[in-house]
Nanobody
Framework: QVQLVESGGGLVQAGGSLRLSCAAS????????MGWYRQAPGKQRELVAT???????NYADSVKGRFTTSRDNAKNTVYLQMNSLKPEDTAVYYC?????????WGQGTQVTVSS
């Protein structure tokens, strides 16, 4: 069993920055591909970024060059640094852990970007 707890969301003005954290319990963290997803009101959940156990990253086109994901295996934590935030980045951000066929989700953290 893996539990994921996100933190770091909040209200920020357009152009500002936030850093989200996702702390994972369980020993499989080092094996997991970690992902960040977001869901805006009335929209489907979408992939924002992923980072493999080896550190390979992948980003949605909409956030490339602005967001960076990283992981600290010693702390069982994955991060999402979000810069140059836009109002369209407003959403609930979710952390995801994928190991083989298993998927785990955090409870989400709200990010609101004001114009």
């Amino acid at each position: 069993q893996v539990q994921l707890v996100e933190s770091g969301g909040g209200l920020v003005q357009a152009g500002g920055s936030l850093r989200l954290s996702c702390a994972a319990s369980g020993s499989i963290f080092r094996l997991a591909t970690m992902g960040w997803y977001r869901q805006a009101p009335g929209k489907q959940r979408e992939l924002v970024a992923t980072i493999t156990s080896g550190g390979t990253t992948n980003y949605a086109d909409s956030v490339k060059g602005r967001f960076t994901t990283s992981r600290d295996n010693a702390k069982n934590t994955v991060y999402l640094q979000m810069n140059s935030l836009k109002p369209e980045d407003t959403a609930v951000y979710y952390c995801n852990a994928a190991v083989s066929s298993l998927r785990y989700w955090g409870q989400g953290t709200q990010v609101t970007v004001s114009s």
